[in-house]
């Protein structure tokens, strides 16, 4: 029996395997006479519907001459399987050999990744172009929103009366006698509506206030 430490795991696709031919080497077997065994287990389990990936995957290599030979990649399951066959010291040891040897690859494949001053310079700088990105994004959504709000709040009491004094102050400026004064300012109101397109000029917008007030400073009277 080989030493503990010598059983060879890989990761392929995120997937701990060990190679048939180390794991017969360790346990001392042909690798033909292990291949074989594992033909029989992957029979029983086919006939059962079980993932038979889950234990034993078929692959290939290269023998001496160049030849291509079969051979499977075993999991951790499908090593407690071979094990399972296997007793005395042999069974033992074997055990020991794949569980540590599967443990310190599985360790290894979840340890934090350090990453190297390149790397650490790279994802900063990432890091840093998502903030900004995302920082312009919530910077577009509050003008969207700001601008939805804006569109939609009319005048407060205050700005109701500042623009009926625009209306009244311009009024008096334009015309003297009263009874006139009391058409000027229905017309006036009526343009105000219409030219803010309102149903009052209650209804006109916060935002709108001070184009409102422009208005009415240059109106004119319709000549009658």
């Known amino acids: 029996m080989n030493n503990i430490n010598e059983l060879k795991v890989v990761a392929i696709h995120g997937k701990v395997v060990a190679d048939s031919r180390d794991v017969a080497e360790m346990v001392e077997k042909r690798h033909d006479h292990l291949l074989a065994d594992i033909r029989k287990y992957l029979e029983i389990l086919h006939s059962r519907d079980y993932g038979s990936e889950k234990f034993f995957v078929e692959s290939t290599y290269f023998n001496n001459r160049n030849q291509i030979q079969p051979c499977y990649l075993l999991t951790r399951?499908?090593?407690?399987?071979?094990?399972?066959?296997?007793?005395?010291?042999?069974?033992?040891?074997?055990?020991?050999?794949?569980?540590?040897?599967?443990?310190?690859?599985?360790?290894?494949?979840?340890?934090?990744?350090?990453?190297?001053?390149?790397?650490q310079l790279k994802a900063s700088m990432r890091l840093s172009l998502e903030t900004s990105e995302e920082l312009e994004q919530v910077k577009e959504d509050v003008s969207e929103i700001r601008s939805m709000v804006e569109n939609r709040i009319t005048l407060d009491h205050g700005e109701q009366r500042r623009l009926q004094k625009a209306v009244g102050a311009r009024i008096y400026t334009v015309e003297n006698d009263i009874e006139v004064r009391k058409r000027l300012f229905s017309e006036l109101y009526r343009e105000i509506k219409d030219r803010f397109?309102?149903?009052?000029?209650?209804?006109?917008?916060?935002?709108?206030?001070?184009?409102?007030i422009h208005y009415v400073d240059a109106w004119i009277p319709k000549q009658k």
């Open 77 to 119: 399951a499908g090593c407690d399987m071979v094990a399972n066959k296997m007793s005395g010291e042999k069974g033992v040891l074997f055990t020991a050999a794949y569980v540590t040897r599967f443990e310190e690859m599985e360790q290894t494949l979840n340890a934090p990744k350090i990453l190297s001053p390149a790397e």
């Open 197 to 212: 397109a309102v149903t009052s000029y209650k209804d006109v917008k916060h935002q709108d206030l001070q184009s409102a």
